[in-house]
């Protein structure tokens, strides 16, 4: 056991001096004293290692996710956040002289140095200020949409159908309209024939998908789906000066909508996926993703759904790619995936309830045994702005839990005064503040009922016509319209909606 107050800061000094470029946490704190040689740090190069910032309500997750996003922005890795209520987009405005944050930096000896950092507002295809964020509903994919839907396995699988259905006979996806006119046509009786043609959907369950659009409709899915999709790279921006664009998707507009932001959080990190190349281990990642609420997007997720969250965290990393989950409890994670967050900031949990110390004894269950705490005693002990770390050290090795002091952010922890005027002012605008209406699926269906003949007679009917001899073998397979959706589906990968721009 660590005893005094030197062998502390050499204990802390070995496990994180790290060799290569890293993020200031903060200083470590040992038997309540605070030891400002004990210098708490993250390496760069395993900030794509993934994490988890945990913790009650008003511990200071946020200010958490602030501090390591202005390090990383510094450091010239482009960062995205949701913003749940609007506190983060105070990182566009530098923090004031005197305040907290100064007051924070003179405890831990160090000089406050206000700061506003590059940030660019996105929101939910217009819903609140920002530039509006839209997916196409095949890009989207059924496993994605089953999971805003709240669709229970079979009709997930009947879903994946119905989007090989669309994309077999070439009918465009765009928006919930085209997707509820494809489905409304399966269901009619001109469509009939097609709807016995897609093994395994019934009539029942195209009728129970039709209304959970309905409610989708209402809640933000009209906003969302649409074009211009956004496109993937607009993440993964520097400015001149060599600093990582902070791009926050604003959602205080759409705190109502849990279901809905949650699962287009997962979708803008599988796009990332698909996107980006394999580049193996870096200095430092392209980017880092942090999925604030992370709890909501396992609520209710069916197993297929968890399997696919579980192989792209696992798999990004090699792309560059570091995903940070903000909840409340570890424990809100499935294990599957919180077994790949090398990189833990555990803010106090509290322990008023049964419940609550049963999730305490979990918690500490999923850290490094420590020789310098008692875990249980330290995470219902922590101050605001103090958390019980551990990081991977540049061996891939867990560091010690420390009981460490944050650093104050150098930006504003107020939200800025105006989201709207930046936004517009951006680059971005230009490109996707617009919405454009194409013919889709919808005129198609429409134009296909309105031209379909009167059926003849069973007598009357022309015997069919002999199929038409191949001639060119692959070529014309794969340039025809079967062979063009086989494409389509080979590498639409785990969520239904990875695949190629073909």
């Known amino acids: 056991m660590v005893r005094g107050v030197a062998e502390f800061a050499g204990t802390v000094r070995d496990a994180y001096g790290f060799e290569g470029a890293t993020l200031d946490l903060g200083r470590g704190v040992h038997e309540g004293a605070l030891e400002r040689d004990a210098v708490v740090q993250l390496p760069l190069a395993t900030s794509n290692r993934h994490g988890l ?66 940030v660019e507002f996105l929101s939910l295809g217009g819903i609140g200020p920002g530039v509006p964020v839209r997916a196409t509903v095949t890009d989207f994919g059924p496993q994605l949409l089953a999971k805003i839907l709240g669709s229970n396995e079979t009709q997930e699988s009947s879903l994946a159908l119905v989007f090989r259905y669309a994309d077999e006979r070439g009918l465009a996806l765009v928006d919930l309209a085209d997707l509820r006119a494809l489905l409304a046509f399966l269901e009619s009786k001109a469509g009939k024939e097609d709807l016995a043609g897609i093994g395994g959907v019934s009539k029942q369950t195209i009728g129970v998908i039709l209304r959970s659009l309905v409610q989708l409709e209402d809640s933000g899915g009209n906003e969302f789906f649409g074009e211009p999709q956004f496109e993937i790279a ?55 993703f942090f999925f604030d609420e992370a709890h909501l997007l396992f609520d209710d997720a069916t197993d297929a759904f968890l399997e696919s969250v579980e192989r792209t965290v696992r798999m990004i990393r090699s792309k560059g790619v570091g995903v940070f989950f903000v909840t409340q409890h570890p424990t809100d994670v499935p294990s599957s995936v919180l077994a790949q967050l090398g990189n833990r900031i555990q803010h106090a949990l509290r322990a008023f309830t049964p419940n609550d110390a049963d999730a305490l004894r979990k918690t500490v269950r999923t850290y490094p045994s420590s020789e310098l705490y008692d875990l249980e005693a330290l995470l219902t002990s922590l101050g605001i702005g103090e958390a019980a770390v551990t990081v991977l050290d540049e061996q891939g090795v867990p560091t010690p839990v420390v009981h460490t002091r944050l650093l104050g952010p150098r930006a504003s922890m107020d939200p800025a005064p105006d989201l709207d005027g930046p936004a517009k002012a951006s680059m971005l605008w230009a490109k996707y503040g617009t919405r454009l209406e194409r013919e889709s699926a919808a005129e198609a269906l429409a134009k296909r009922v309105e031209s379909a003949p009167e059926p003849e007679p069973a007598a009357k009917r022309p015997a069919p016509k002999p199929a038409k001899p191949p001639t060119d073998g692959l070529n014309d397979f794969m340039t025809s319209r079967q062979g063009k959706a086989l494409q389509r589906e080979i590498v639409r990968g785990m969520f239904g909606m990875l695949r190629k721009r073909l």
């Open 53 to 118: 910032i945990a913790g009650a309500t008003g511990t200071g997750k946020t200010r958490t996710l602030q501090l390591l996003a202005e390090g990383l922005s510094d450091a010239g890795v482009a960062v995205f956040a949701a913003d749940y209520k609007g506190d983060l987009s105070g990182l566009a405005v530098a923090a004031p002289a005197e305040g907290k944050a100064a007051e924070r930096m003179a405890d831990l000896g160090l000089t406050h140095e206000p700061r506003a950092f590059p």
């Open 234 to 288: 607009d993440l993964l921006r520097t400015t001149p000066d060599g600093r990582g664009v902070v791009t926050c998707l604003e959602l205080a507009a759409v705190q109502e909508k849990p279901r809905l932001f949650s699962t287009v959080l997962m979708w803008l990190l599988a796009e990332l996926f698909e996107a980006l190349p394999e580049v193996g281990d870096l200095d430092k990642p392209k980017l880092v």
